[in-house]
Every structure is written in structure tokens, then in C-alpha cells.
């Protein structure tokens, strides 16, 4: 199995930035990807970004590409998300997640294990 914490959210104001991360153990040896996900209030979960294990492959939804920067360094098993130029409407929990099936990177359904979310508030 694999384990997966986030951490990094916060309260800031609009136009400003944090760095989540994502922290794994258990099952680290497998090459699986990661990916972040949010869930915003009333909203469905939903795709943000995804990076392979190599690190050479990165895949963004349009509405954070620019913004958004997905990284990993596996000596740490620590997935980050640069994220600049916060908006108002990016204020959701957001979730890392292990990848482990073969499926899209943009599905949920593709990923085996879940953290338990890091809360983003972002103000006016």
C-alpha cells in the first residue's frame, strides 16, 4: 500500500503563491505517477494536474496551465505543486494521488490511493 499526506495549503490573498507537497511511504518502490486533484465546495473532484514517475512527463487542466507547476523529487517520494497567481475561484481542498493503473491521467478512476487533502483558501 501506499501512504500519501499533503501539506502547504494555506489562507492567502489573490495573485499570491504556495508550494503543496506531497509526502509518500509504503509502497514507493512501485513506478507509479502522481497526480492533484481539488474539490471546491459543491463541486465535483477534479483534475488539476499529473506527473509520471520519471518526472519527464507532466499533463495540466487548461484552466491552471501557466499558473500551475507539478514536480517531483523521488529521493524524497515528495510530489510538489507550485502554485502562482492564485484566484479566488482556485479555493478547494486539493488531493494528491497515487497512480498505479493504467488508465488516463486525467481520471480519478486511474488512481489507487488518496491523501487526505490540504485546504486552499484564496481571498480577494
Known amino acids: 500500500q501506499v501512504q500519501l499526506v499533503e501539506s502547504g495549503g494555506g489562507l492567502v490573498q489573490a495573485g499570491g503563491s504556495l508550494r503543496l507537497s506531497c509526502a509518500a511511504s509504503?509502497?514507493?518502490?512501485?513506478?507509479?505517477?502522481t497526480g492533484w486533484f481539488r474539490q471546491a465546495p459543491g463541486k465535483e473532484r477534479e483534475f488539476i494536474a499529473a506527473?509520471?514517475?520519471?518526472?519527464?512527463?507532466?499533463y495540466y487542466e487548461d484552466s491552471v496551465k501557466g499558473r500551475f507547476t507539478i514536480s517531483r523529487d523521488n529521493a524524497k517520494n515528495t510530489v510538489y505543486l507550485q502554485v502562482n497567481s492564485l484566484k479566488p475561484e482556485d479555493t478547494a481542498v486539493y488531493y494528491c494521488?497515487?497512480?498505479?493503473?493504467?488508465?488516463?491521467?486525467?481520471?480519478?478512476?486511474?488512481?489507487?490511493?488518496w491523501g487526505q487533502g490540504t485546504q486552499v483558501t484564496v481571498s480577494s
Open positions: 494521488a497515487a497512480k498505479l493503473y493504467s488508465g488516463s491521467y486525467y481520471h480519478p478512476n486511474s488512481y489507487a490511493y
Open positions: 509504503g509502497r514507493t518502490f512501485n513506478n507509479y505517477a
Open positions: 506527473i509520471t514517475w520519471s518526472g519527464f512527463g507532466t
